[in-house]
C-alpha cells in the first residue's frame, strides 16, 4: 500500500491524535488508547457495512472521536441540556480539528466542508451519508460498549438506550444490528426493546 496517498496521510493523522488518549483500555491483552481502539472500530465497522464507502464518508468514521477527551462530559451541567450541549460542542471540535489535519494532507475546502457537514450529522436523515456514519457509530456502540454501559445501569434504563440507538438507525442498520455477536444478557435486552 503507497503511504504517500491523502487518504492513508489523514488516517495517520487522526490516529496520531487518537493515540495521545490518556485513557487506557485492554484489548486482546495490550494496553491502547481508548480512542484509537474506537477509530479502528469504526473504519472496520464501516468496511463492512458499505464497502463502497466514499472517502468523505471513511474520514468521517474515522474521526468520529477524534481528541474526544479534551472536552470532557464533566465540564458540562449533568442534565439532558448539558449532555446536548456537550454533544454538540464535541461536533464542532471534531468537525474543525479533522478539518485542519486534512487541510494538513492536500484535501480541498470542499473535502474538508463534506466532512465537517458529515461529522456534525447535518442534515442527517436526507444525508445517506450522514445517515450511514450513524448507523455505524450505533452498531460500533452496540456491539462494543453496551455491556459496559448496560453494567452501570439498570435494565431498564439500557432498554431505554437500545430503543433510542435504534431510533437513530436505518433499515439496513437494523438489519447489520441483528447480527452482531451479542452476548446473551445484551441480545435478551435487546430483544425487550424491540418487543416491549
Same mark, same amino acid.
Given at each position: 500500500?503507497?503511504?504517500?496517498?491523502?487518504?492513508?496521510?489523514?488516517?495517520?493523522?487522526?490516529?496520531?491524535?487518537? #493515540?495521545?488518549?490518556?485513557? @487506557?483500555?485492554?484489548?486482546?491483552?495490550?494496553?491502547?488508547?481508548?480512542?484509537?481502539?474506537?477509530?479502528? #472500530?469504526?473504519?472496520?465497522?464501516?468496511?463492512?457495512?458499505?464497502?463502497?464507502?466514499?472517502?468523505?464518508? @471513511?474520514?468521517?468514521? #474515522?474521526?468520529?472521536?477524534?481528541?474526544?477527551?479534551?472536552?470532557? #462530559?464533566? !465540564?458540562?451541567?449533568?442534565?439532558?441540556?448539558?449532555?446536548?450541549?456537550?454533544?454538540?460542542?464535541?461536533?464542532?471540535?471534531?468537525?474543525?480539528?479533522? *478539518?485542519?489535519?486534512?487541510?494538513?494532507?492536500?484535501?480541498?475546502?470542499? /473535502?474538508? @466542508?463534506?466532512?465537517?457537514?458529515?461529522?456534525?450529522?447535518?442534515?442527517?436523515?436526507?444525508?445517506?451519508?450522514?445517515?450511514?456514519?450513524?448507523?455505524?457509530?450505533?452498531?460500533?456502540?452496540?456491539?462494543?460498549?453496551? !455491556? /459496559?454501559?448496560?453494567?452501570?445501569?439498570?435494565? /431498564?434504563?439500557?432498554? !431505554?438506550?437500545?430503543?433510542?440507538?435504534?431510533?437513530?438507525?436505518?433499515?439496513?442498520?437494523?438489519?447489520?444490528?441483528?447480527?452482531?455477536?451479542?452476548? /446473551?444478557?445484551?441480545?435478551?435486552?435487546?430483544?425487550? *426493546?424491540?418487543?416491549?
Amino acid at each position: 500500500m503507497n503511504n504517500s496517498t491523502p487518504l492513508l496521510q489523514i488516517f495517520a493523522a487522526i490516529d496520531e491524535k487518537n #493515540r495521545q488518549d490518556p485513557n @487506557q483500555v485492554e484489548w486482546e491483552g495490550q494496553s491502547v488508547a481508548k480512542e484509537q481502539l474506537y477509530a479502528e #472500530r469504526m473504519s472496520q465497522c464501516l468496511a463492512n457495512f458499505d464497502p463502497a464507502a466514499s472517502e468523505h464518508l @471513511q474520514i468521517a468514521c #474515522r474521526a468520529q472521536h477524534i481528541q474526544r477527551w479534551s472536552i470532557p #462530559r464533566r !465540564d458540562y451541567p449533568m442534565d439532558r441540556s448539558g449532555y446536548k450541549h456537550w454533544r454538540s460542542e464535541l461536533a464542532k471540535f471534531h468537525a474543525q480539528l479533522t *478539518a485542519q489535519l486534512m487541510n494538513d494532507c492536500g484535501y480541498t475546502q470542499a /473535502d474538508q @466542508q463534506r466532512v465537517k457537514d458529515l461529522l456534525q450529522k447535518k442534515r442527517l436523515k436526507q444525508d445517506k451519508e450522514a445517515q450511514t456514519l450513524e448507523d455505524v457509530a450505533c452498531l460500533v456502540f452496540l456491539e462494543f460498549h453496551l !455491556d /459496559d454501559f448496560a453494567a452501570g445501569h439498570d435494565d /431498564d434504563k439500557v432498554v !431505554d438506550i437500545i430503543r433510542k440507538t435504534w431510533n437513530k438507525m436505518s433499515e439496513q442498520g437494523h438489519s447489520a444490528a441483528l447480527k452482531l455477536p451479542l452476548t /446473551d444478557p445484551m441480545a435478551t435486552l435487546v430483544g425487550k *426493546a424491540l418487543n416491549g
